[in-house]
C-alpha cells in the first residue's frame, strides 16, 4: 500500500539557521508528492509540488525540495529559517486520477530566538 | 487563497446524536474531500467526490455518509456521533487532472467537532 513517513516528529532549528525536514513515500509508479505547511489553527497551505522533470522544486517563502528517486525521498529544505516559519509541516503523495492525498503524520517546526 | 468554507467553524455535541458539516466552494472545481486531522495521524481521507452525486469512500468511511447534489456543496454526516469522532474536519477541493499535470489540492480552514 501507498504510504508517507516523516520520520521526525518535533524538530527545534535557531532562527537563522538551515531546514532539512525528511519524507521519505513508497510508491510503484511516478509519485507526484506535495508539501503542505499549516500553522496552528489554520488551514492547510501548499509549499510545493512535484509532478515530473527537474527534480528540485522550488517552492513559496523561500522553500525548496528535492525529489530522489533512489533514496524514495522528497526533503523539504530552507537555507535560514524565521520565527515565522514555526508550523507544522506535512508530506504527502498522490495517486490516481482521483487525486487522492495520503499524508504523512507530520513534523512539527519550533524555531528559536 | 481558494474560495472554501466550512460551516459551522466549532460544534460540540453529545453521543449518539447527528451531525452535519458542510463545505461550499466557489471555484466550480470538480473534486471535493473531506479528511479528519489527529494527532499522531496527519490527515486522513474520509469521503471524496469526483461530481455530483458521484462520491467514493476513503481509508476511514466507517460512521460517516457524504452528499453532493450541487457542484459547490459537499455535506459530512455523522449519523450518531461517538467520541472517536472528535477531531478536526478538513475539506479540500481540486480542479483534477489537466494537461498532464496533478492539480494539489486546496483546503478549507477546518471545523473543529468535539463530541461528549
Known amino acids: 500500500a501507498q504510504s508517507v513517513t516523516q520520520p521526525d516528529i518535533h524538530i527545534t532549528v535557531s532562527e537563522g539557521a538551515s531546514l532539512e525536514l525528511r519524507c521519505n513515500y513508497s510508491?510503484?509508479?511516478?509519485?507526484?508528492l506535495f508539501w503542505y505547511v499549516q500553522s496552528p489553527g489554520q488551514g492547510l497551505q501548499l509549499l510545493l509540488k512535484y509532478f515530473s522533470g527537474d527534480t528540485l522544486v522550488q517552492g513559496i517563502k523561500g522553500f525548496e525540495a528535492e525529489f530522489k528517486r533512489s533514496q524514495s525521498s522528497f526533503n523539504l529544505r530552507k537555507p535560514s529559517v524565521h520565527w515565522s516559519d514555526a508550523a507544522e509541516y506535512f508530506c504527502?503523495?498522490?495517486?490516481?486520477?482521483?487525486?487522492?492525498?495520503?499524508f504523512g503524520t507530520g513534523t512539527l517546526l519550533a524555531v528559536q530566538p | 487563497d481558494a474560495g472554501i468554507t466550512q460551516s459551522p467553524r466549532h460544534k460540540v455535541t453529545e453521543t449518539g446524536t447527528p451531525v452535519t458539516l458542510r463545505c461550499h466552494q466557489t471555484e466550480n472545481h470538480r473534486y471535493m474531500y473531506w479528511y479528519r486531522q489527529d494527532p499522531g495521524h496527519g490527515l486522513r481521507l474520509i469521503h471524496y467526490?469526483?461530481?455530483?452525486?458521484?462520491?467514493d469512500k476513503g481509508e476511514v468511511s466507517d460512521g460517516y455518509s457524504v452528499s453532493r447534489s450541487k457542484t459547490e456543496d459537499f455535506l459530512l454526516t455523522l449519523e450518531s456521533a461517538t467520541s472517536s469522532q472528535t477531531s478536526v474536519y478538513f475539506c479540500a477541493i481540486s480542479p483534477g487532472t489537466s494537461g498532464g499535470s496533478y492539480n494539489e489540492q486546496f483546503f478549507g480552514p477546518g471545523t473543529r467537532l468535539t463530541v461528549l
Open positions: 467526490s469526483y461530481g455530483v452525486k458521484d462520491t
Open positions: 504527502a503523495s498522490g495517486r490516481g486520477a482521483t487525486n487522492k492525498l495520503i
Open positions: 510508491y510503484g509508479a511516478t509519485p507526484y
